[in-house]
């Protein structure tokens, strides 16, 4: 493991979700979406698939001011 490792670990842990064997997911404000795209650079995406995976939508209060971005990653 790297340093790196470790920090995407633990903002993982912090701030992501698991959703049974479905997928792993990260919803952050919306202001915060370039940390998505590094942490979509991290698990090896390139900058086309970053861009279709990243989504836009409202966080649990559904007002213009919890607008959030999120990213859902899966594999077989």
Not at 28 to 42: E, G, P, Q, S, T
Request: proline share 0%; with cysteine.
């Amino acid at each position: 493991q790297t340093e790196e490792d470790a920090y995407w670990l633990g903002f993982f842990t912090a701030d992501g979700c698991i959703v049974g064997k479905i997928y792993v997911g990260i919803n952050l404000a919306a202001r915060d979406i370039d940390h998505l795209k590094k942490f979509c650079k991290y698990m090896g995406l390139t900058e086309q698939e970053t861009a279709e995976i990243i989504t836009t939508g409202y966080g649990s209060s559904y007002n213009k001011d919890n607008l959030v971005n999120g990213v859902k990653i899966c594999s077989k």
